[in-house]
């Protein structure tokens, strides 16, 4: 509510009420304070917000898919204990992230329903296909690796359940990132065949995870606002080339090479510059003409009807025992 | 420890960890289909529980005879054919639909709540101690399946319908369960495992009473599968084709 | 009837004895034994917790500080019905903007909003931003002989801890053989 002290002679020019909160909320998030449920927030905010963190949650569970096919082919104990508890992981991390837009007013059947119809995006690099087992290594190592350092970002956003569920995320993921590159690790240290195998993996999966960060900053166009209302904090290219940074010298190091002519090192930088990333095959997989996106989502669809009988009986019996009581 | 007693007791352990390897496995087999989010990450945990089961006593196996505990379990895993398997038949059978699932689930919990509740005061320590571990997770397994259980039968029509099938289906395997080993009367004589027909008196009577509940009812005209665990039906087969499928591309690596 | 994805159950967890239960997450159950297990299941992978309660979300009771400010908040406020008898209500407050919920005491009360007076009368001290109060016989909790089977196990996965994948080592040492080798040509 407009306060004007009467005894005050200044030049205030009455904002209406909206945009007086608009610009209060800007500033809390300039001042670097959380946003919490049942604060006031524009719309628009809220929106993207719910967007976001449900194609994030999408990710998580539509990920579990190729990665959980590996489980019953892991070569060791270890490995297949290891994996497990990942793909358990990564459906705890959906798990969080559906809650953090709840809190925002979305509901579970609203997302799932997105997700299952096809409205709602999952992170593109889901819709490629594990291949071999040195996939699973790779996965963790490049594809997780970037992940942490988008998520690392996303636990400083503005949305305090969503910088808080990244938090917990980063933390169960390290472990993630660890057992991807020690299998990658063991595969550049062993037979030919191993080499041979993890080589092929990288060369598949190189530019799809680099293509994770996003379009080059100069082709986003949501960037300003994101930035401003304290979600986006650090720009697509800006993460792309700390991944690369990271990368590059440690699969040279393991005897591998990185599927890119014109990967070069730029002295006056100390950057790793890369060639040109193909847009047109992104654009061609997240529009759905990708190798796995019918199959992952066929794949959900059918989980979810063949549980419809399940999620039935339940509900039944809860309401049973409810009426039981009551009399 | 005389060596027919020795040979007894590695049988023994080479069965109960090939049980809880095999439906791990299978369980294993639910991540990202099950009925609900919750409900795949809670399966995930048992048949994660379930393969540290099947390590624990691959590695008691070891040390009894004299293998690397570190190595051992694996070579056991992933370069044993089917006919060296030595899991009741139960456990091989595929997945099926949600029921079958936990209906096994169920039956296998029971079996070995009342098994380990007696493992725990075994005559040989390093049984009991491993034993006195794995049922603080058996009795977390047990009340998650209880509960299914007793919803499912409860549910609604259709719900009821396909435990009752699920359970029909799976009757005749139970008798597997307490089916002693040719050599494990010499174990109960040591006082290393307890009398399976005692147990599994206390299994059936903990079983029917909770069935009863869940307003299922045994199957009456079954032929019980009376086989020994060298015996196994075509699906372990299959599943050991592809769970050591990587491991088997070379023998000698390191993975 | 309609396909749903249950209803939701707010989670407290107790780190150890001698801390306060406080509000964690949430997830979806059919009913309280299962929200029980399954906030276990989901939640309790790591950090370790000594007990566990849950509460389906829409039993609980919450205001702001801000809401509360309002004289007529009592009258104002839309509940299902007043019951004849006087139940324990759980009460929970969260004193920080970043903090969660976390249990401050028990109240005895008609209502929820009765149970949110006494609270106010007798818990304000701290200032609180939000409350939440919900009556005890609607919360699922674990028992301490529970500790064991639902809480003890977790301990023991420690292939979950970063620190079992020595990466670090093996790429330091991987370098370093690769050096030597070059300063050997």
């Known amino acids: 509510m407009g306060y004007i002290n009467i005894n ?92 953090a837009a709840e809190t925002l007013g979305a509901t579970r059947e609203e997302m799932l329903d997105a997700l299952l119809t096809e409205k709602a995006k999952y992170s593109n690099i889901f819709n490629y296909p594990t291949l071999t087992w040195a996939d699973i290594g790779t996965i963790g190592w490049l594809v997780d690796g970037a992940a942490i350092l988008n998520q690392t970002m996303l636990a400083k ?27 990658v690790i063991f595969l550049a240290q062993g037979t030919d065949e191993q080499k041979a195998m993890v080589q092929d993996s990288i060369n598949r999966w190189w530019w799809p995870t680099l293509m994770m960060f996003g379009p080059h900053d100069s082709d986003s166009p949501n960037s300003g606002e994101l930035s401003r209302w304290g979600i986006k904090t650090k720009s697509n290219d800006e993460l ?63 989980a979810h009807e063949d549980g419809l009988w399940v999620r039935e009986a339940l509900s039944a019996y809860a309401e049973k025992q409810a009426n039981g009581k009551a009399s | 420890m005389k060596a027919n007693l020795k040979e007894a007791l590695a049988h023994k352990l080479l069965a109960m960890a090939d049980d809880e390897l095999v439906v791990g496995h299978r369980n294993s087999e639910w991540t990202g289909h099950a009925p609900i989010l919750e409900e795949d990450i809670a399966f995930a945990n048992i048949a994660l529980d379930e393969i540290g089961h099947a390590k624990i006593w691959y590695q008691l196996l070891a040390d009894l005879v004299g293998e690397n505990p570190e190595t051992y379990p694996d070579r056991l895993v992933f370069h044993r054919e089917a006919a060296e398997y030595r ?48 049922r603080k997770e058996e009795i977390y397994h047990y009340r998650h399946t209880h509960a299914w259980l007793q919803r499912l039968g409860l549910g609604t029509d259709e719900s009821h319908r396909r435990m009752q099938n699920a359970l029909n289906q799976l009757w005749p395997y139970t008798t597997q369960l307490f089916e002693p080993l040719p050599d494990e009367a010499l174990l109960v004589e040591a006082g290393f495992v307890p009398d399976p027909h005692q147990l599994r008196l206390a299994w059936e009577k903990l079983v029917l009473s909770n069935l009863k509940e869940a307003n299922l009812a045994t ?15 075509p699906h372990l087969e299959s599943l050991l084709a592809k769970m050591q499928e990587v491991a088997r591309l070379d023998s000698q690596a390191t993975w | ?107 005895e ?3 929820p909003i009765e149970a949110l007076q006494h609270a106010l009368a007798v818990y304000s001290e701290g200032n609180p931003l939000a409350w939440w109060v919900f009556p005890a016989r609607f919360v699922t909790k674990s028992e301490p002989d529970d500790i064991e089977s639902m809480f003890d196990p977790s301990l023991d996965k420690t292939f979950r801890d970063q620190s079992e994948y020595h990466t670090i080592a093996m790429m330091y040492e991987i370098k370093k053989r690769a050096r030597q080798a070059e300063d050997s040509e």
């Open chain 2, 219 to 233: 199957p009456e005209d079954t032929t019980p599968i009376k086989v020994q665990r060298d015996q196994h039906t």
């Open chain 2, 87 to 134: 899991n009741i038949q139960m456990v091989e059978l595929p997945i099926g639909n949600w029921a079958f699932t936990i209906v096994r689930q169920y039956l296998l919990d029971t079996a070995e709540l009342v098994r380990l509740g007696e493992l725990v005061q075994s005559q040989y320590q390093p049984m009991a101690e491993a034993s006195a571990k794995i």
């Open chain 3, 109 to 111: 009360a008609q209502s």
């Open chain 1, 157 to 183: 956003c503005s949305y305090g359940p969503y910088a808080r569920a990244n938090t917990r995320i980063c933390a169960e993921e390290s472990f993630h990132k660890r057992q991807g590159q020690e299998i």
């Open chain 1, 8 to 99: 005050e002679k200044v030049d205030v020019e009455v904002k209406p009420d909206k945009e007086a909160k608009l610009e209060e909320f800007e500033a809390r998030i300039a001042r670097g304070e959380k946003i919490e449920p049942g604060d006031w927030m524009p719309e628009r905010y809220r929106k993207q917000l719910i967007r976001m963190i449900s194609q994030h949650a999408h990710s998580e569970i539509v990920g579990m898919l190729p990665e959980g096919a590996w489980i019953t082919r892991a070569p060791t104990l270890r490995r297949k204990m290891t994996l497990l508890a990942k793909v358990q992981d990564e459906g705890g991390h959906g798990q969080y992230l559906y809650h």
């Open chain 3, 1 to 107: 009837m309609t396909d749903t994805q249950w209803p939701r159950y707010e989670v407290f967890e107790q780190v150890s004895e001698d801390q306060p239960h406080q509000n964690t997450n949430s997830i979806h159950a059919p009913d309280g034994e299962m929200a029980l297990m399954n906030a276990r299941d989901v939640f309790v992978r790591r950090p370790y917790c000594v007990s566990m309660w849950v509460v389906p979300a829409d039993k609980i009771f919450s205001k702001t500080a801000q809401e509360l400010a309002d004289p007529d908040w009592a009258t104002n406020s839309e509940i299902e019905s007043v019951s004849t008898s006087t139940e324990p209500y759980y009460v929970f407050q969260k004193l920080k903007h970043r903090g969660s919920q976390t249990y401050i005491g028990i109240v």
């Open chain 1, 240 to 302: 792309r080339q700390m991944f690369i940074n990271e990368l590059v010298p440690d699969l040279q190091a393991l005897g591998l090479t990185i599927p890119d002519p014109d990967l070069r090192y730029d002295e006056e930088s100390g950057n790793w510059l890369i060639g040109e990333i193909d847009w047109d095959e992104f654009w061609q997989v997240i529009t759905g003409n990708g190798p796995c996106n019918k199959e992952r989502l066929a794949t959900r669809r059918k």
